[in-house]
């Protein structure tokens, strides 16, 4: 499994953003993104669930994550997130978030996301387009430098 770069401050993967998910990815350098976390109280909607937004967020980035298999640089924005919550996410106990490529055509990527028991069970999942970030909106380099993507311990 390959280690994914991560972000100083991006609310799911940034590991210097102090209210943020910190998620860590890795992938396995084709068309597979995995991530092992277990969510914290202030995560919750209702005492002991996840809140639907935070399901929300960790399955667009797991998935969106399949863009940047062997292409860190590689910007997007989330074009469509259809998502079909199974089961209540809950807090305090490991979870596995796992995302699919689908098919990646010119600048659109579509990808299949799940969030999973610890004992393999569905609890959430999605259907996500992605398209590349359009050039002129932000500057790659200036998007590297922003993010601080980089490979931590």
């Not at 202030?42 to 399901?55: D, K, L």
Request: aromatic share 10%.
């Amino acid at each position: 499994m390959n280690q994914q770069y991560n972000s100083a401050s991006c609310f799911a993967c940034g590991l210097e953003n102090p209210s943020g998910l910190r998620l860590r990815f890795h992938d396995n350098g084709k068309d597979q993104v995995f991530a092992r976390f277990t969510l914290e109280p202030q995560h919750a909607g209702y005492p002991g669930m996840a809140h639907g937004g935070i399901v929300a967020a960790i399955l667009d980035e797991v998935g969106g994550r399949t863009v940047m298999i062997n292409n860190p640089n590689c910007f997007f924005v989330t074009a469509r997130l259809d998502i079909r919550y199974r089961q209540p996410v809950p807090v305090g106990v490991p979870l596995e978030a796992a995302g699919w490529l689908l098919k990646r055509r010119a600048s659109r990527t579509q990808a299949h996301a799940e969030i999973l028991s610890n004992k393999r069970c569905v609890l959430a999942e999605a259907e996500i387009l992605y398209t590349d970030l359009p050039h002129n909106l932000l500057d790659p380099n200036e998007a590297e430098s922003h993010f601080g993507w980089k490979l931590y311990d």
